[in-house]
């Protein structure tokens, strides 16, 4: 195997371990998201069963409370996500890029191998 292949089969295996990390926080931001919905519709059903909404009221629900507070740590840790997943966009773009480059090396130096077998067949 020649080094330039290598150099393909790492860049491809670099992008392809970019793409599962993405897919690895685009499907952690979903299931935080899905999280945070569910909790909200508990503090509206704890809320509404003890009639009232008023978080400073001292009869507010120490249930809901704390479903307020998981759903909001819930929110700053998908928002810590979604800036990884930005992150790792870019670093995913940056490795596509060199493996395209690393690919037309390869293409580049298979057509002048081709080209300069085909000359001494030729000239042979």
């Known amino acids: 195997m020649k080094p ?9 295996f670099q992008v392809n371990e970019k793409r599962r990390r993405m897919a690895q926080l685009d499907a952690m931001v979903a299931e935080f998201d899905r999280m945070a ?12 069963k003890a009639g009232i909404t008023d978080l400073n009221h001292f009869a507010y629900p ?19 996500l979604t800036q990884q997943r930005e992150s790792a966009q870019a670093e995913l773009t940056e490795a596509e890029a060199e493996l ?9 130096d298979g057509r002048n191998r081709t ?3 085909a000359t001494r067949a030729m000239t042979g």
Do not use: Y
């Not at 330039?4 to 491809?12: C, G, H, I, S, T």
């Not at 395209?100 to 580049?108: D, I, Q, S, V």
């Open 4 to 12: 330039r292949e290598n150099l393909v089969r790492l860049k491809q």
């Open 62 to 80: 120490t249930f809901a409370k704390a479903a307020r507070l998981r759903r909001d740590n819930l929110r700053n840790s998908q928002a810590e």
């Open 37 to 48: 919905g569910e909790l909200e519709a508990q503090i509206m059903s704890e809320e509404a």
């Open 115 to 117: 080209d300069t077998v």
């Open 100 to 108: 395209a480059k690393a690919e037309a090396l390869e293409n580049r």
